[in-house]
């Protein structure tokens, strides 16, 4: 029967091996033949753009590369299915925005603020999402 | 209660019922807005609701492990806790930067990162808090005449909790390296330190309520948070899949996610067995029901409604969904609230000396409770697989499809309200307790 001695040997060892291989995997996936996000074209108004994203918690009620609050469309393939004219009528609009009865905070960006938003959004969908980028917005693609 | 300073214990789990009170609120605002009554918008939009909702969650279980460890640590290193003064700074200083938080979050100051969305600033006072809440358990400890392994888990499970926060402090600027250094606090959170702190309070609570012997209990709380690590720090993988990664993580991620429920399973086997072979049978029923409940519904919520999403065949349809809302309640219900909610029906009558041990209004919050989150978590499952189907398969639109599962909001506004009873019923009871005194050493002693 297992003694507590090996039972703790085997959290340990357990911990320091898993622990261990999770690091190196992380060091892989970060190298640079492995980047999937294109990470050269993250340009300065891509980061203007994803600061504008985390200081009005837009994830609160979107969802982006399938993260988010579920409240408010995916915007993973925002640009490929609405088109830049759209995404920039609602961001920059004063008046609250109501689209079938489910209501938008009225930011009322300025149109540099919108463009840094659009820069992030078409990074974004640029993405190797390994597969789920055609299941995430299927009706983006329907649009090709 | 064997010492005077166990009672700080009790002012850090009426800090907890308070913001679960809050949390329960803001789920409602939130519940109602999907059904399209959304009168608060102006002054409470859905993305503050949200973080509110989600970071009071976090704020009342961690004052909730808190308190657990001031009534624990003393009694498990058999002296006093080093400085009560500070304890009671600790805890001022934990409700000040939780409102702050809070109430910041409706004047559109955050970080909208889902769950850390904490600014900066106060992501400072919570490391000196935590450091300080730290720096009382880990001395009191040292000093104390015994170390146990149970005393130990528990504060490596709080330990490590403190040092995983840092890695959701560096600023990235691309999207994808800021989510997956984000799942390292988020996940090995909830899916691996949080579990030792569980594991901790549970050997405690088994200890105590079944008499079985500590040397039994305390080998196999080495075998569970061993599963749990084994298969929980390369489970992080699941949050992996789909966010811009490489491959390797939807072998790596799908295996030892797969493996995750084996913790929860250990947990609830361990819990029942316990209870079977212990000759003690402890009065304080409703902690039994509490400890016994927390190890069951966790499997039940964390292990196997885990399990369902968590392959890379299926959380290719279900990532960013409903689906994801529904193993989220019952999770953090069956392995965290339920946890919180045990320590507290069993330390509140050796605090208070008032031995209301097995009421029918104790039983009511047990059952409502429990009965209104399984409810819930299906309102969420169905919504969810309804919302998989129609968006990803049929290719609705978004906003349509929330129309065709609208009706299940109602069913879980309704399930949830049952859940709130069961949760107002709790407090009351809290409440009848009284204030923790001296007296309740005397008590104790008889």
Same mark, same amino acid.
């Given at each position: 029967?297992?003694?507590?001695?090996?039972?703790?040997?085997?959290?340990?060892?357990?911990?320091?091996?898993?622990?261990?291989?999770?690091?190196?995997?992380?060091?892989?996936?970060?190298?640079?033949?492995?980047?999937?996000?294109?990470?050269?074209?993250?340009?300065?108004?891509?980061?203007?753009?994803?600061?504008?994203?985390?200081?009005?918690?837009?994830?609160?009620?979107?969802?982006?590369?399938?993260?988010?609050?579920?409240?408010?469309?995916?915007?993973?393939?925002?640009?490929?299915?609405?088109?830049?004219?759209?995404?920039?009528?609602?961001?920059?609009?004063?008046?609250?925005?109501?689209?079938?009865?489910?209501?938008?905070?009225?930011?009322?960006?300025?149109?540099?603020?919108?463009?840094?938003?659009?820069?992030?959004?078409?990074?974004?969908?640029?993405?190797?999402?390994?597969?789920?980028?055609?299941?995430?917005?299927?009706?983006?693609?329907?649009?090709? | 209660?064997?010492?005077?300073?166990?009672?700080?214990?009790?002012?850090?789990?009426?800090?907890?019922?308070?913001?679960?009170?809050?949390?329960?609120?803001?789920?409602?605002?939130?519940?109602?807005?999907?059904?399209?009554?959304?009168?608060?918008?102006?002054?409470?939009?859905?993305?503050?609701?949200?973080?509110?909702?989600?970071?009071?969650?976090?704020?009342?279980?961690?004052?909730?492990?808190?308190?657990?460890?001031?009534?624990?640590?003393?009694?498990?290193?058999?002296?006093?806790?080093?400085?009560?003064?500070?304890?009671?700074?600790?805890?001022?200083?934990?409700?000040?930067?939780?409102?702050?938080?809070?109430?910041?979050?409706?004047?559109?100051?955050?970080?909208?990162?889902?769950?850390?969305?904490?600014?900066?600033?106060?992501?400072?006072?919570?490391?000196?808090?935590?450091?300080?809440?730290?720096?009382?358990?880990?001395?009191?400890?040292?000093?104390?005449?015994?170390?146990?392994?149970?005393?130990?888990?528990?504060?490596?499970?709080?330990?490590?909790?403190?040092?995983?926060?840092?890695?959701?402090?560096?600023?990235?600027?691309?999207?994808?390296?800021?989510?997956?250094?984000?799942?390292?606090?988020? #996940? @090995?959170?909830?899916? +691996?330190?949080?579990?030792? &702190?569980?594991?901790? !309070?549970?050997?405690?609570? =088994?200890?105590? /309520? *079944?008499?079985?012997?500590?040397?039994?209990?305390?080998?196999?709380?080495?075998?569970?948070?061993?599963?749990?690590?084994?298969?929980?720090?390369?489970?992080?993988?699941?949050?992996?899949?789909?966010?811009?990664?490489?491959?390797?993580?939807?072998?790596?991620?799908?295996?030892?996610?797969?493996?995750?429920?084996?913790?929860?399973?250990?947990?609830?086997?361990?819990?029942?067995?316990?209870?079977?072979?212990?000759?003690?049978?402890?009065?304080?029923?409703?902690?039994?029901?509490?400890?016994?409940?927390?190890?069951?519904?966790?499997?039940?919520?964390?292990?196997?409604?885990?399990?369902?999403?968590?392959?890379?065949?299926?959380?290719?349809?279900?990532?960013?969904?409903?689906?994801?809302?529904?193993?989220? #309640? @019952?999770?953090?219900? +069956?392995?965290?609230?339920? &946890?919180?909610?045990? !320590?507290?029906?069993?330390? =509140?009558?050796? /605090? *208070?000396?008032?031995?209301?041990?097995?009421?029918?209004?104790?039983?009511?919050?047990?059952?409502?409770?429990?009965?209104?989150?399984?409810?819930?978590?299906?309102?969420?499952?169905?919504?969810?697989?309804?919302?998989?189907?129609?968006?990803?398969?049929?290719?609705?639109?978004?906003?349509?499809?929330?129309?065709?599962?609208?009706?299940?909001?109602?069913?879980?506004?309704?399930?949830?309200?049952?859940?709130?009873?069961?949760?107002?019923?709790?407090?009351?009871?809290?409440?009848?307790?009284?204030?923790?005194?001296?007296?309740?050493?005397?008590?104790?002693?008889?």
């Amino acid at each position: 029967m297992l003694s507590k001695k090996q039972a703790r040997a085997f959290f340990l060892g357990g911990t320091l091996v898993t622990f261990l291989i999770f690091i190196g995997l992380t060091i892989y996936s970060f190298s640079k033949p492995q980047d999937q996000t294109n990470a050269e074209n993250i340009t300065e108004a891509v980061v203007r753009g994803k600061d504008l994203w985390e200081a009005n918690n837009c994830m609160g009620c979107h969802t982006i590369l399938g993260e988010g609050a579920y409240y408010a469309p995916e915007l993973t393939k925002v640009m490929e299915r609405r088109g830049e004219g759209y995404i920039k009528a609602v961001l920059m609009t004063p008046n609250a925005w109501n689209p079938n009865g489910r209501k938008m905070v009225a930011y009322g960006f300025s149109e540099q603020e919108a463009k840094d938003l659009i820069a992030f959004f078409e990074w974004i969908g640029e993405i190797d999402l390994n597969g789920f980028d055609r299941v995430v917005s299927p009706l983006a693609k329907d649009k090709d | 209660m064997k010492y005077k300073s166990q009672k700080v214990a009790y002012w850090f789990f009426a800090l907890s019922m308070l913001l679960l009170v809050l949390q329960i609120t803001y789920g409602f605002i939130m519940g109602f807005a999907r059904l399209g009554y959304d009168g608060l918008h102006d002054f409470i939009p859905f993305n503050t609701a949200r973080a509110v909702h989600t970071n009071l969650l976090v704020v009342w279980l961690l004052s909730g492990f808190m308190g657990a460890a001031y009534y624990i640590i003393p009694e498990e290193a058999q002296r006093e806790l080093v400085s009560v003064k500070l304890a009671y700074v600790q805890l001022i200083s934990l409700a000040v930067v939780g409102v702050t938080a809070i109430v910041g979050y409706h004047f559109n100051w955050w970080e909208g990162r889902k769950f850390l969305e904490i600014p900066r600033q106060l992501d400072y006072l919570v490391v000196v808090n935590v450091l300080l809440f730290l720096a009382l358990i880990l001395a009191t400890l040292f000093k104390g005449k015994r170390k146990t392994t149970t005393a130990l888990v528990l504060t490596m499970g709080l330990l490590f909790a403190a040092l995983l926060y840092i890695p959701g402090m560096l600023p990235f600027d691309s999207q994808v390296t800021d989510s997956f250094f984000r799942w390292w606090v988020v #996940h @090995l959170w909830v899916e +691996g330190v949080w579990e030792l &702190i569980m594991g901790g !309070i549970l050997a405690f609570l =088994l200890i105590k /309520l *079944t008499g079985v012997d500590r040397e039994v209990i305390e080998k196999w709380l080495y075998v569970i948070v061993g599963l749990t690590f084994l298969s929980g720090i390369l489970g992080t993988g699941h949050h992996y899949y789909y966010i811009g990664v490489n491959k390797i993580w939807l072998i790596v991620g799908g295996i030892f996610s797969a493996l995750e429920p084996l913790a929860f399973l250990a947990m609830a086997l361990f819990a029942v067995n316990m209870y079977r072979k212990g000759e003690k049978k402890h009065p304080n029923k409703m902690a039994l029901f509490w400890t016994l409940g927390s190890a069951i519904v966790s499997f039940v919520g964390a292990g196997l409604l885990g399990f369902a999403h968590t392959l890379p065949q299926t959380n290719i349809y279900t990532h960013g969904t409903l689906v994801t809302a529904m193993h989220g #309640h @019952l999770a953090f219900w +069956g392995a965290y609230a339920m &946890i919180v909610l045990a !320590i507290i029906s069993y330390a =509140l009558p050796n /605090l *208070t000396g008032r031995k209301f041990y097995d009421k029918p209004l104790g039983r009511f919050s047990f059952w409502a409770s429990n009965i209104g989150m399984v409810g819930m978590t299906v309102a969420f499952g169905v919504a969810g697989v309804a919302q998989v189907y129609l968006e990803r398969k049929f290719k609705m639109d978004f906003m349509e499809v929330q129309d065709e599962i609208s009706i299940h909001f109602l069913v879980l506004v309704l399930c949830a309200s049952l859940f709130a009873s069961g949760i107002i019923s709790y407090i009351i009871e809290f409440w009848k307790h009284g204030k923790p005194t001296d007296e309740a050493l005397e008590v104790q002693l008889k």
